[in-house]
C-alpha cells in the first residue's frame, strides 16, 4: 500500500477494493447528498430571509450547486456507480466548495464573511462524510482553498479578515485530511486482512478437500460434486457416468521400489488420468491406489465407455519409478474399471458409486485390465484389453 495516496500495488487488489467500497458506500453516499442539499438549500433560504440585498447571480449560483447534487444522487442508483463512484461525489464536493466561494464573491463584504463556516463545512463534509478516498478528497479540498485564497484576497479590503478565514479553513484542511488518512488507511487495512483470512480459509478448505499426494479432489469433494452431478441430470435431463478405477498390479511396485516410488506412480496416473477426460470432468483419488471419474452431460451413449477405454490404455503404458532419471526402471501396471451411468441405471450418488464398484470388482475376478459397466442388478459383460 503506497504510504501517501493508499492505493494497493496491486491492481487486482486496488479494482476490488474500489469495487467493494462502491457497494459499501452507495447508501451513505445518498445520505450524505441529500443532507448537503438541504443544508446548502437551508443557508440560502436564510439569506434571502434576513436579508434583502442578495444578488439574483448568487441564488442562480447556488441553485446551479444544488442541480450538480442533485445530478450525484441520481448517478448512485446506476449500475456504474459501483466502479466509478469517485468522480460524482468528487464533482459534488467540488461544486458545493467552488460555488460557496463564487457566492461569497458576489455577496457584499459584510455579508460575504458568514460563509467561511460553510465553506470549512464543506471541507470536513468532502473528506469524511461523501465516501471520496483521502486522496480525491484532499485534492478537491485543495481546490477550494486555493480558489477561497485568490478570489477572495484581491476582492476584499478587510486583508486581515480574509487572512484568518484562510487559516481557519486550512486549519480545517489538516484536520479532516488526518482524520480522512486515518479512516481510509484503516478502511484498507481491515480489507486486506479479510482477504489473508478468505485466502487462509480457502487454503484450509482446499486442504481439507484435495488428496495431499496427487493434487486431485479427494472422496469428500467427490462426493459432493457426484451428489451435484445427480441432481442436475435429473432436473435438466442429462445423463452421465462415474467411472470406478482400481490400478492392476501396484502392490509389487510399493514391495519392490518402496513406498517413495509408489507415491511418484499414483501421481503419475493421475495426470494421465486427467488427460484422458474434459476439462469439465472430474478426476478424483478415492483411496490407495483407486481412482474415480465423473463424467457430467455426456456426449452421446457410449462415452462413458470410450473414456473407459481410454483410460486402461493410458494406465496400461510403462511409468518410469522417477519421471525425473531417464534410466529410471519402468513399471507396467494397468487398470480395472468399472462403469456406472446416472440417472437411468443409478438415482442416487450411493447407487452410483456402488454400481461403478461392483462392475470394477467383476474386472478385477476377469483379470483385470478393461472395464465393465453396472447395468442395474449385476456388472454388465466385461471388455478385457490386456
Known amino acids: 500500500m503506497h504510504p501517501v495516496g493508499l492505493w494497493f500495488a496491486c491492481r487486482h487488489a486496488e479494482s476490488g477494493y474500489r469495487e467493494e467500497q462502491g457497494r459499501i458506500l452507495r447508501h451513505q453516499a445518498r445520505i450524505a447528498l441529500v443532507l448537503g442539499m438541504f443544508l446548502y438549500g437551508a443557508f440560502g433560504l436564510l439569506d434571502v430571509a434576513i436579508s434583502d440585498s442578495v444578488p439574483v447571480p448568487a441564488l442562480a449560483l447556488r441553485g446551479g450547486v444544488l442541480l450538480v447534487g442533485l445530478g450525484a444522487l441520481l448517478v448512485t442508483w446506476t449500475s456504474h456507480f459501483e466502479r466509478h463512484h469517485q468522480w460524482p461525489l468528487m464533482t459534488a464536493g467540488l461544486a458545493a466548495g467552488l460555488g460557496g466561494v463564487g457566492i461569497m464573491a458576489i455577496l ?8 467561511a463556516t460553510g465553506l470549512i463545512l464543506v471541507v470536513i463534509a468532502v473528506f469524511l462524510l461523501l465516501g471520496i478516498s483521502f486522496l480525491n478528497a484532499l485534492l478537491v479540498n485543495l481546490v477550494i482553498l486555493v480558489a477561497f485564497a485568490v478570489v477572495l484576497v484581491g476582492a476584499y479590503e478587510d486583508r486581515i479578515q480574509v487572512l484568518t478565514e484562510s487559516v481557519q479553513l486550512l486549519a480545517a484542511l489538516v484536520l479532516g485530511g488526518v482524520a480522512a488518512y486515518i479512516q481510509e488507511y484503516q478502511r484498507r487495512e481491515l480489507y486486506v486482512q479479510r482477504l489473508e483470512l478468505e485466502d487462509e480459509r480457502n487454503r484450509h478448505r482446499d486442504m481439507a478437500l484435495t488428496d495431499a499426494l496427487t493434487g486431485l479432489p ?9 451428489e451435484q452431478a445427480v441432481a442436475r441430470t435429473r432436473r435438466h435431463r442429462i445423463h452421465g457416468a462415474g467411472l470406478f478405477i482400481d490400478l492392476d498390479r501396484f502392490k509389487p511396485v510399493n514391495d519392490i521400489h518402496g513406498h517413495e516410488a509408489g507415491d511418484r506412480v499414483l501421481q503419475a496416473m493421475g495426470k494421465r488420468l486427467l488427460a484422458c477426460v474434459r476439462e469439465t470432468d472430474t478426476v478424483a483419488r478415492f483411496g490407495g491406489d483407486e481412482f474415480f471419474v465423473l463424467l457430467e452431460d455426456m456426449e452421446h451413449a457410449d462415452f462413458a465407455r470410450e473414456v473407459a477405454a481410454r483410460v486402461v490404455d493410458a494406465l496400461s503404458q510403462p511409468v518410469p519409478i522417477d519421471s525425473d532419471d531417464p534410466d529410471s526402471p519402468r513399471v507396467v501396471m494397468g487398470a480395472s474399471v468399472g462403469i456406472c451411468e446416472f440417472p437411468s441405471v443409478a438415482a442416487t450418488a450411493e ?3 456402488t454400481g461403478a464398484d461392483d462392475a470394477m470388482y467383476a474386472v478385477k475376478k476377469a483379470g483385470g485390465n478393461g472395464f465393465s459397466s453396472y447395468r442395474g442388478g449385476e456388472p ?5 484389453l490386456g
Do not use: D, I, M, S
Request: one cysteine or more.
Open 351 to 353: 447407487a452410483v458409486l
Open 108 to 115: 457584499p463584504e459584510a455579508l460575504a464573511h458568514g460563509y
Open 218 to 226: 479427494n472422496r469428500a469433494l467427490l462426493l459432493q460434486r457426484l
Open 380 to 384: 454388465g459383460e466385461v471388455v478385457c
